[in-house]
């Protein structure tokens, strides 16, 4: 039996670990101790439409055991990389002991490129982009909530079935999984919704919530916006991954409330207790990936001779937010929660 790894198993990982172990896949967990102490009595995993599973006897690879092992000592099959960007390139270092020349690297992070370092340090291995477009919630210790809609996606590779082999064997109600020939392109559509992620942390509410003021969404349409010049720059047709098309997805977040709910009633069909990582990143005053998102657009603009100036702001007050630079913040003179019309005047200014 193939055996895998999930390294990192924050939310997303160690849902993802416990639905492969619900399916009788050779799975184990590399974790925070904290995370393996929630999860080693057993995991109850639910989801927004209803499906149910008790997952027992998850299997833990703890980070001092795998420190001490010796290069092909471990067997792993399929390695899932479930850090998150700015974390890749401690774990490229942590899970060398993981990876013989037959292990295929998973790479699930969001915004663009952080697949690279991953490439660069095992140029003989298969490394595969995935994209993970559904959100996590712990609703209770031990209760791993999917809040909301995607199918978990693989890159296609010419070497071998393996993406056609990981799809059929994890495919499930809880886990869907689907498979792409242009990840490129999807991963600047998930890009794309992840702007959100900002404006969620700075709104300092669930999602839901935030979808349902017209004011939060007119910021995201803003930086959409600014998304789609830069897509439409570099030739790239974005895949349809909502109810409705990249093109139009900003026009209708600037609808009316009430014509909003009748047009996006999917965009709306979300746990209402959904938060973005980064709203959570910034709770627990962790770094975040503000650089690989918001920031992705705006350093793929500059190279291309033009600008983003709304995406580069809310990146400035992301990064002053999260500094611990006190008089950089005081500059900027918002703190959360930050109002949507607070919002709307700080991405104005010039």
């Known amino acids: 039996m193939s055996s895998h790894v999930i390294f990192g198993a924050g939310l997303i990982g160690s849902y993802i670990g416990a639905c492969m172990h619900q399916l009788g896949v050779n799975v184990a967990l590399v974790c925070r101790p904290t995370i393996k102490h929630k999860l080693v009595s057993g995991v109850t995993l639910t989801d ?54 037959k292990t295929v690297i998973l790479c699930c992070q969001n915004g663009l490129g952080s697949e690279k370092p991953v490439q660069n340090a095992f140029p003989h291995n298969v490394v595969l982009r995935v994209m993970v477009p559904f959100n996590v919630v712990e609703l209770k210790t031990g209760h791993l909530h999917r809040g909301s809609q995607g199918h978990l996606t693989i890159e296609q590779t010419t070497k071998g079935q393996v993406s056609e082999i990981l799809q059929e064997r994890l495919n499930s109600p809880l886990l869907p999984v689907a498979l792409t020939d242009d990840i490129q392109a999807l991963l600047w559509a998930k890009l794309q919704l992840n702007l959100g992620n900002s404006i ?126 006190g008089a950089k913040k005081d500059l900027l003179n918002l703190s959360r929660p930050i109002s949507a019309i607070q919002l709307q005047n700080f991405i104005r200014k010039r």
């Open 200 to 325: 969620n942390a700075l709104a300092d509410i669930p999602v839901k919530s935030m979808l349902q003021q017209r004011g939060y969404r007119v910021v995201i349409a803003t930086l959409m916006q600014e998304l789609l010049m830069v897509t439409d720059e570099l030739g790239i047709e974005l895949p349809k991954v909502t109810s409705v098309p990249a093109k139009i997805v900003p026009y209708v977040l600037k609808l009316p409330n009430f014509l909003f709910t009748l047009v996006a009633n999917k965009m709306l069909a979300v746990d209402p207790t959904v938060r973005t990582s980064m709203w959570w990143d910034m709770s627990q005053g962790k770094p975040t990936e503000i650089r690989y998102l918001n920031g992705a657009v705006v350093s793929s603009a500059e190279r291309l001779g033009k600008k983003a100036p709304a995406n580069k702001r809310i990146v400035a007050l992301i990064e002053s937010l999260t500094s611990s630079n």
């Open 48 to 101: 927004y439409q209803e499906h149910h599973a008790n997952v027992t006897g998850l299997n833990f690879l703890d980070t001092d055991v795998l420190a001490r092992l010796e290069p092909n000592q471990l067997k792993c099959d399929f390695l899932w990389l479930t850090v998150k960007c700015q974390s890749v390139a401690q774990a490229i270092q942590d899970i060398a002991p993981l990876v013989s020349d």
